[in-house]
T-cell receptor, first 115, second 115 residues
Framework: DTGVSQNPRHKITKRGQNVTFRCDPI?????LYWYRQTLGQGPEFLTY????????KSRLLSDRFSAERPKGSFSTLEIQRTEQGDSAMYLC?????????????FGPGTRLTVT | AQKITQTQPGMFVQEKEAVTLDCTYD???????LFWYKQPSSGEMIFLIY??????QNATEGRYSLNFQKARKSANLVISASQLGDSAMYFC????????????FGTGTKLQVIP
């Protein structure tokens, strides 16, 4: 049973460039979540997919951010016209059911540095 | 609004001793789940333990136990017999049974185990 994987693990980009991250959830999990974690903080929710449908988006997800899960399997998170404030760890998580009693399984994250 | 508070930015514990990491929460929702995650320097969030709001008994998982005091809205993590590998960030988190799928995290406590 492989866990959640994320690529790349690290990304350094110049301000104004576009970046795209990929998340591959645990194979039987149809729920997928993106979080952002800045230094010294806990992860903050960005968006949620159930299969290919994006069902919930945070106000943190500005119009420069877009997430997709075209076939209900892997997901991509794109940031356009990156800003220095976008520097953070981007975490992906998956689960196989809803409800308050079910944990989410996290990937290793993609650390973005915008210079 | 739901909120998780972790008031200990950093903690030290001697190897083989027990340590308690504090967590308080605020919610008006009667049904919720409380989680603790460990985040080593590698970045991955590792699920440790879960407590449901209606559970009568405190949760235990190996060396981890959760001291759940519902009336005080606290969910402290107790780690017994600390090991050097326990050095990491620890996050308290909450998830709700309603339409919300996100997990809300606290700011974390950095635990350092001293040989």
């Amino acid at each position: 049973d492989t866990g959640v994987s994320q690529n790349p693990r690290h990304k350094i980009t110049k301000r104004g460039q576009n970046v795209t991250f990929r998340c591959d959830p645990i194979s039987e999990h149809n729920r997928l979540y993106w979080y952002r974690q800045t230094l010294g903080q806990g992860p903050e929710f960005l968006t949620y997919f159930q299969n290919e449908a994006q069902l919930e988006k945070s106000r943190l997800l500005s119009d420069r951010f877009s997430a997709e899960r075209p076939k209900g399997s892997f997901s991509t998170l794109e940031i356009q016209r990156t800003e220095q404030g976008d520097s953070a760890m981007y975490l992906c998580a998956s689960s196989d059911r809803d409800g308050s009693s079910y944990e989410q399984y996290f990937g290793p994250g993609t650390r973005l540095t915008v210079t | 609004a739901q909120k998780i508070t972790q008031t200990q930015p950093g903690m030290f514990v001697q190897e083989k001793e027990a340590v308690t990491l504090d967590c308080t929460y605020d919610t008006s929702d009667p049904s919720y789940g409380l989680f603790w995650y460990k985040q080593p320097s590698s970045g991955e969030m590792i699920f440790l333990i879960y407590q449901g709001s209606y559970d009568q008994q405190n949760a235990t998982e190996g060396r981890y136990s959760l001291n759940f005091q519902k009336a005080r809205k606290s969910a402290n993590l107790v780690i017994s017999a600390s090991q050097l590998g326990d050095s990491a960030m620890y996050f308290c988190a909450m998830r709700f049974s309603g339409g919300y799928q996100k997990v809300t995290f606290g700011t974390g406590t950095k635990l350092q185990v001293i040989p």
